[in-house]
């Protein structure tokens, strides 16, 4: 089977993140199994236009919008024999691929964008954003099966898009490689450590979580902060941390290999991360097998990712947020207790399972287009 994937980015994007690690994953296993894998997605500065990561032909064009305005063109001139069904993953703006293919499609869904918008682009294409999410991705995709990556995503689908109800959602949690994210024989960080590890976006709300650092180290004086990761937000975290005085306990890695990745995950005390939504939360989840707690306030994905008291905590507001974090980091007790649920948990989830149900999906869509 040829499976033609529209995404927004690449896992080779500097701004790549649990959504660029889900495709991947899965294509690498639907490679294996013999099918063809191609990628349209944005060009950033400095990558080809034609590329290939580790089996999968990718064509790149266009920046951020333009991408989407270049997608039919690409799609009529180079990728049109490349497909026999069409996943396209809806990054808040859709390809609307159904608008110019007649090859079966299916949708994925990370989660919900709507309050997302303003944040993230301004006042007013925030705003048509929004309205593009809400009224033109049901329209569009009414008869397609809609792929979402947790039960919150789904009722967003269900619950904020218009007619949302009537959409085919489905929904396929996201995977570990167990093999790479496990626990191992390093020891903790000497002090206690909070780690934030992933794209620094506005709507992570990296800000917040520095600001907390000062209370937990009111219980935890020598707690530290460490945030790795990058992203068009720096700028802003960067500015807290002098704000508050905080650059002796607050650190920034910038981006880190996976190897790194991995290291940091089980060195840990306890990951946290401050974000307004998530479709699910990887980081979590891959904290976690490597024997990680998670600490997150108490929002839709996130709080299907951490089972709250027994793999972390989940908070309604600053002070509770503050006051998980200090728990953890001085009660080994508490912290020992939730590091072993945590790997017990991550045990449920992995990237075969994830891949396979995908493809059972567009297999299903392959079909029934047959059949009409």
Not at 145 to 165: D, H, N, Q, W, Y
Request: charged content about 25%; some cysteine.
């Amino acid at each position: 089977m040829k499976i033609l994937i529209f995404s927004w980015k690449d896992l080779r994007h500097p701004w790549a993140g649990g959504s660029e690690v889900n495709m991947h994953e899965q294509a690498e296993r639907w490679l294996a199994a013999g099918h063809q894998v191609t990628l349209f997605t944005s060009r950033p500065a400095g990558s080809r236009r034609h590329d290939n990561i580790e089996g999968v032909e990718v064509f790149r064009a266009g920046r951020r919008i333009a991408a989407f305005l270049l997608a039919p063109i690409y799609y009529a001139l180079f990728l049109r024999r490349k497909a026999d069904v069409i996943l396209d993953i809806i990054n808040g703006i859709p390809f609307a691929t159904p608008l110019y293919s007649r090859k079966p499609v299916v949708a994925l869904v990370h989660h919900v964008h709507r309050d997302m918008f303003v944040p993230e682009l301004g006042p007013f294409l925030g705003r048509l954003g929004r309205a593009i999410e809400r009224y033109l991705v049901p329209l569009v995709y009414r008869r397609r099966p809609l792929i979402c990556v947790s039960e919150s995503t789904a009722r967003g689908v269900r619950g904020m898009l218009f007619r949302g109800k009537l959409l085919d959602t489905r929904v396929v949690f996201n995977g570990i490689d167990c093999s790479t994210y496990c626990t191992g024989l390093c020891e903790k960080f000497e002090k206690p450590t909070v780690l934030y590890l992933g794209r620094l976006k506005p709507y992570k709300q990296l800000p917040r979580l520095i600001r907390m650092m000062p209370t937990v180290r009111e219980r935890v004086p020598d707690a530290e902060l460490l945030i790795a990761g990058a992203g068009e937000a720096i700028l802003e975290a960067e500015a807290e941390v002098k704000e508050i005085g905080a650059e002796d306990y607050v650190r920034f890695l910038w981006d880190v290999s996976d190897e790194e990745k991995v290291d940091l995950y089980r060195r840990a005390w306890v990951t946290a991360t401050a974000s307004m939504i998530e479709g699910w939360g990887l980081t979590v989840i891959e904290a976690n097998a490597c024997g990680t707690p998670a600490v997150a306030f108490d929002v839709p994905g996130l709080n299907e990712s951490i089972v709250d008291g027994r793999t972390g905590m989940l908070a309604s507001d600053d002070t509770e947020f503050a006051r998980c974090l200090a728990d953890i980091l001085s009660d080994e007790g508490l912290r020992a207790g939730l590091a072993a649920g945590a790997v017990e948990w991550s045990n449920s989830f992995d990237w075969d399972s994830t891949a396979g149900m995908t493809l059972k999906i567009l297999e299903e869509a392959v079909g029934k287009d047959a059949e009409r």
